[in-house]
């Protein structure tokens, strides 16, 4: 993992970005948590660590991070946003139930948007694919 930290803080450097404290401790989190947070819940991890961190520092951290392409959001409906750091393409699998996310990875499907560009004539820019059911905890309730 610190191989991923230090290779987004080398990121941020190129584009000169200032590492704070806060910044490091951010990515750091997004990176060991694999929870999809939200911004609540990242502040809420290290509000202990920085008490003056206010919830708008981590809101433009994230922002200035999805920017630069370290990390994406995830917009679901009318819920808060979750993030996720991006190192490699994933798919997620959402519980109906309880909201769990978990990563896919599959290499699969790494060609689609070049077979749907040749398909439908459509320059892609992005896609997302989502599989919505009902977690192992959940099935066991």
């Known amino acids: 993992m610190s191989y991923l930290v230090d290779q987004s803080i080398e990121r941020l450097k190129y584009n000169n970005v200032r590492i704070t404290p806060q910044r490091h401790a951010i990515l750091e989190y997004l990176i060991d948590k694999d929870t999809h947070p939200t911004a609540d819940d990242v502040y809420q991890a290290l509000e202990s660590r920085f008490p003056s961190m206010s919830v708008a520092t981590v809101y433009n951290n994230l922002r200035l991070f999805?920017?630069?392409?370290?990390v994406k959001e995830m917009k679901y409906g009318d819920s808060s946003s979750r993030f996720d750091f991006s190192s490699t393409e994933h798919y997620h699998?959402?519980?109906t139930e309880c909201g769990k996310i978990e990563d896919i990875y599959y290499?699969?499907?790494?060609d689609v948007e070049v077979v749907a560009s040749n398909l439908t004539g459509f320059e892609?820019?992005?896609?997302?694919?989502?599989?919505y059911g009902l977690c192992p905890d959940c099935q066991r309730k």
């Open 66 to 70: 999805i920017e630069l392409g370290l």
């Open 93 to 95: 699998a959402i519980c």
């Open 107 to 110: 290499p699969g499907l790494d």
């Open 124 to 131: 892609v820019t992005s896609h997302r694919l989502e599989i």
